[in-house]
Each structure stands twice: as C-alpha cells, then as structure tokens.
C-alpha cells in the first residue's frame, strides 16, 4: 500500500514521494486492456494527490466504456462482413444453371457449416410424401474436424411429425421434449435422449425445407 499520511505541514520530501507514487500509478494503466493494476484502496484516501487518482480513475474507466464499444463494433462488422461473403458466394453458386439434382444441398452444407461455425450441418430427406407419416433420414451432412459423421442417421416419423410444422427454430433435447405434446411426450422422451447423446448434440438450428 501506498503510505503517506497528509500532517499539517507536507514538507519537500512528502510532496516528491507522492509526486513519484503518482507516476507509479499512472506508468502502471495500461490503456489497451480494461480495468487497473491499482485500486483506490491501494492508495489511501490521506494521500496528497487523492483528487487526481479519483479523476484519473474515472478517466480510465470511461476510456474502457469506449473501447469496449470500439470492439463490439468491429467484432460485428467482422461478422456482418462473413456472411455478407457468404451469401456472395451462395448466389455466384446458384448462378449456373447446369447444375447437379444434389449439388446445391451439398454446396449449401459445406458452405455454411465453416462460416456458421457450428459441428456439423445435416440435410434430412423425408422417406415418403406423406411427411407426417415418413421417416426423416440424413442424406448429405458436412462435419466440422474431429466431429464423427451421422449420414444414414434416421428419426423415426412419430418423433418427426412434431416439428415439421415449423419453419425454423432453435433446439435443445430439454425444449424438444416441451414441444412434444403430453400424451405422447413420456415415450418420445428417451428417444430425444438417446439421439442427443449418440451425436453428442447440445443445441441444433431446424430449417425447414419444402420443394414443389
């Protein structure tokens, strides 16, 4: 702790000492990282210069304010910037006409899933027309490194029907179950169960994907 406790009289040697502590303090902030070396406490509120420290400390905590304004502004512009190029290269794509019946759907998952930066995006293929009464089975499916891949993987049509209604949504095995209505929410449970933990899932993005 810095000691200098204020008397009547501050003589020469008090006022250099608090001089040198003061540039002590302000050698030690470092104005490209948040936050102080030093505290107020760390000071002593006797101090010669404590109206300086205080300025200096609200200076510098205004400063962080901005700075970390300054990165949450380039952070998004970065990543306006990703999918601005990927949309770019999905549309220079989709350009050429003479294009294979599954080129698409495998350009789509080996696009998005490096940008989206998620462990593996999966394109499921209903097995018949009648999409409440099909089977939904893993046809293309990008993996992320290290990620074990699951095409062929199938989710029976009694699991299925309950989430083909909507077009796009957020899951996790907790609000899937929630979604499944009550009467068949008890036997539907485990399954959701072993799915997630035979693919190791902790959330997934649906999009549904209706083509005439």
Request: some cysteine; hydrophobic content about 35%; glycine content about 4%.
């Amino acid at each position: 702790m810095i000691k200098n406790e204020k008397s009547k009289k501050n003589s020469e040697e008090d006022v250099k000492s608090c001089i040198q502590d003061l540039l002590r303090f302000t050698e030690a902030i470092a104005w490209d990282q948040p936050g102080i070396t030093i505290d107020k406490k760390d000071i002593g509120d006797s101090h010669l210069f404590m109206p300086l420290y205080e300025n200096m400390l609200a200076i510098k905590h205004d400063f962080d304010s901005i700075l970390q304004k300054k990165i949450e502004a380039e952070s998004d512009a970065a990543e306006q910037n990703k999918y601005c190029k990927l949309r770019s290269e999905i549309y220079k794509f989709f350009s050429d006409n003479a294009l294979e019946e599954d080129a698409p759907i495998k350009m789509l998952l080996n696009t998005a899933g490096p940008v989206i930066g998620v462990s593996r995006v999966c394109y499921y293929k209903f097995t018949t027309e009648d999409h409440y009464k099909s089977d939904l089975i893993c046809t293309y499916e990008w993996c992320g490194k290290g990620v074990s891949p699951t095409k062929g993987t199938k989710i029976p049509a009694k699991l299925a029907k309950h989430f083909i209604q909507k077009d796009s949504f957020i899951l996790t095995p907790e609000s899937a179950i929630k979604i499944i209505l009550v009467p068949e929410r008890n036997s539907e449970k485990l399954l959701i169960s072993n799915i997630a933990e035979a693919k190791n899932l902790e959330s997934i993005f649906m999009l549904s994907n209706f083509v005439n």
